[in-house]
């Protein structure tokens, strides 16, 4: 792992750095390139452009490690009023969500309860709900989560992190449960005891995930995937191998983040695949920025050339 990563990771958790960052101006126009806005609104509008390129969302309001009951409730309660503007807008978009943004840390049986209501108020409106992954530390909890809404309910994703050496177990004890799989290559600064840390090894074991998965959608065992990566050579090397398969355009997506990669999106789109694009808003940006800085050195240098012209 780089240093500079190491070093943005570590800063994405430091609450000093959150204060000053988050208050000056030009961090957050730095922001704006991988964030709409901090309102719903900025999502549903972004939404609403992006679906003139045939590309649909996933909307998720940023959040995490909440300290109280009552600030997840908040939360579910905006994503009822999220799910209903997608309602009225008619948008095919989903929505995605972090287990600590709705209680992890405080109570599992409170956070499962909050992730049942949004998951059936979602499925009334055939819209799909997405568990985030976060660091390694909350994976079995997060694992125990999909299993447990599973069983009640299709219209769930769990996304698995191809940089922990233990995804290929998760993955094979998950396959049972017809799973719809976003598979990325993960952000957090995780040892490596447990986790791949060069980019070669992280990609290898993706690609290896990536062969397991569309080898179950070619099955037809129900098992779903979407492949959240802006990575052009994975991207390609996982449509030839499901060509191989003989799987058609429409059998997996892609998933990319709002505001990277965005010529990639266009002509993923353009060739007839299916991307989704995730937008993120909100006001609590911070650690989030820190990561996407993490994942590409270019976009530090972007902030600094910002840092310097004011
Ligand atoms: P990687 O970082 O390996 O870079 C490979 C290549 O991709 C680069 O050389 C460049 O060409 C391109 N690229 C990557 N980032 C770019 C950028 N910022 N700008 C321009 N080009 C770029 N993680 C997690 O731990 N839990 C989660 O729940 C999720 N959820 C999630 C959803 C979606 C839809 C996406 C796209 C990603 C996530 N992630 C995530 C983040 C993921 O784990 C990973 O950190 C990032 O996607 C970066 O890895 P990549 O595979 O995109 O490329």
């Excluded at 960052?21 to 719903?40: H, Q």
């Excluded at 979602?122 to 992954?133: E, G, H, N, P, W």
């Excluded at 694992?143 to 094979?172: E, P």
């Excluded at 060069?198 to 129900?222: A, C, I, M, P, Y």
């Amino acid at each position: 792992m780089g240093i500079t990563r190491e070093v943005l990771l570590w800063g994405s958790r430091n609450q000093w750095l959150a204060d000053q960052l988050t208050s000056r101006d030009f961090t957050r126009r730095a922001v704006e390139r991988f964030m709409p806005g901090e309102e719903m609104n900025a999502g549903i509008d972004a939404t609403e452009s992006l679906r003139q390129n045939q590309i649909t969302t996933i909307l998720t309001l940023l959040g995490e490690n909440v300290t109280a009951a009552a600030e997840a409730d908040a939360v579910v309660q905006h994503y009822l009023q999220l799910l209903e503007r997608i309602r009225e807008m008619a948008f095919e978009t989903d929505i995605s969500l972090k287990p600590t943004q709705l209680g992890l840390d405080l109570d599992f049986e409170e956070t499962y309860g909050r992730y049942e209501t949004l998951v059936r108020r979602a499925a009334q409106l055939s819209r799909t709900v997405a568990i985030d992954m976060e660091d390694s530390s909350y994976v079995d909890q997060t694992i125990d989560l999909y299993r447990r809404l599973r069983a009640d309910n299709t219209n769930l994703a769990l996304c698995l992190q191809s940089y922990l050496y233990r995804t290929t177990s998760d993955l094979v004890t998950l396959l049972p449960l017809a799973p719809t799989i976003r598979l990325v290559k993960g952000a957090y600064k995780e040892p490596r005891q447990i986790a791949y840390r060069r980019k070669k090894d992280v990609d290898d074991n993706f690609l290896r995930l990536t062969d397991t998965l569309l080898q179950e959608v070619k099955s037809g065992t129900g098992t779903k995937v979407f492949f959240g990566t802006h990575d052009p050579r994975i991207i390609y090397e996982v449509i030839a191998r499901a060509d191989r398969l003989g799987l058609p355009k429409d059998a997996y997506e892609f998933q990319l983040l709002y505001g990277i990669q965005r010529e990639l999106q266009m002509r993923l789109a353009a060739e007839g695949y299916r991307v989704r694009v995730l937008i993120s808003y909100g006001a609590s940006w911070f650690p989030w920025y820190m990561r996407r800085l993490a994942e590409r050195p270019a976009n530090v240098l972007f902030l600094l050339r910002n840092l310097l012209a004011n």
